[in-house]
Antibody, heavy 123, light 107 residues
Framework: EVQVLESGGGLVQPGGSLRLSCAASGFTYSIYAMSWVRQAPGKGLEWVSGIIGSGGSTYYADSVKGRFTISRDNSKKMLYLQMNSLRADDTAVYYC????????????????WGKGTTVTVSS | DIQMTQSPSSLSASVGDRVTIPCRASQSISNFLNWYQQKPGKAPKLLIYAASSLQSGVPSRFSGSGSGTDFTLTISSLQPEDFATYYCQQSSSTPWTFGQGTKVEIK
């Protein structure tokens, strides 16, 4: 079965750091781009970041550029999101999603999603 | 950045109704438009990609249309399990952007 499973969420103080992980299984991980999407409490979906299959190109939302870093380890079938300088408005459920192609744009679609991991930024 | 607009933010409908959900892009995105369904407490699910292609396993009562800036998701006969929030998302260029969502509620 094709699956992705997030971990690493938790409570962190403003200005702190957190690293999210996403474990992939059931598919040839290295040939698919991956993405992170978040959803603040009671709000809509916000795309956060994407990375191509090789890891050679990365993409970010303006709201996280310079603070978050997406990376992947194809040998371990893992996706990561390093989040620094966290703010209260980063509080959200963070979803890992598999894309259906090796590239992100144009035309990428997120066809497999994890259940999400919750990040709370609060003092 | 490309802005995606969904209006209304919610609509009420009955089982068996035909429902249409519009989505507008702030600039032309060709057919690089996806639709997702999300139920409370659950992850989103891909329904339609490339504006009109049905994702594998999705019931045929769901369909999508449009190109350029104006798109529509149609549910031909609303079923009890279709009450959910629907999001459009452009994948023409990064940053990817979602519409604010349309919640389909029971009338």
């Amino acid at each position: 079965e094709v699956q992705v499973l997030e971990s690493g969420g938790g409570l962190v103080q403003p200005g702190g750091s957190l690293r999210l992980s996403c474990a992939a299984s059931g598919f040839t991980y290295s040939i698919y781009a991956m993405s992170w999407v978040r959803q603040a409490p009671g709000k809509g979906l916000e795309w956060v970041s994407g990375i191509i299959g090789s890891g050679g190109s990365t993409y970010y939302a303006d709201s996280v550029k310079g603070r978050f870093t997406i990376s992947r380890d194809n040998s371990k079938k893992m996706l990561y999101l390093q989040m620094n300088s966290l703010r209260a408005d980063d509080t959200a459920v963070y979803y890992c999603a598999k894309l259906s192609a090796i590239v992100v744009v144009p035309g990428g679609k997120m066809d497999v999603w994890g259940k999400g991991t919750t990040v709370t930024v609060s003092s | 950045d490309i802005q995606m607009t969904q209006s209304p933010s919610s609509l009420s409908a009955s089982v068996g109704d035909r429902v249409t959900i519009p989505c507008r892009a702030s600039q032309s995105i060709s057919n690089f438009l996806n639709w997702y369904q999300q139920k409370p407490g659950k992850a989103p699910k891909l329904l339609i990609y490339a504006a009109s292609s049905l994702q594998s396993g999705v019931p045929s009562r769901f369909s999508g249309s449009g190109s350029g800036t104006d798109f529509t998701l149609t549910i031909s006969s609303l079923q009890p399990e279709d009450f959910a929030t629907y999001y459009c998302q452009q994948s023409s260029s990064t940053p990817w952007t979602f519409g604010q969502g349309t919640k389909v509620e029971i009338k």
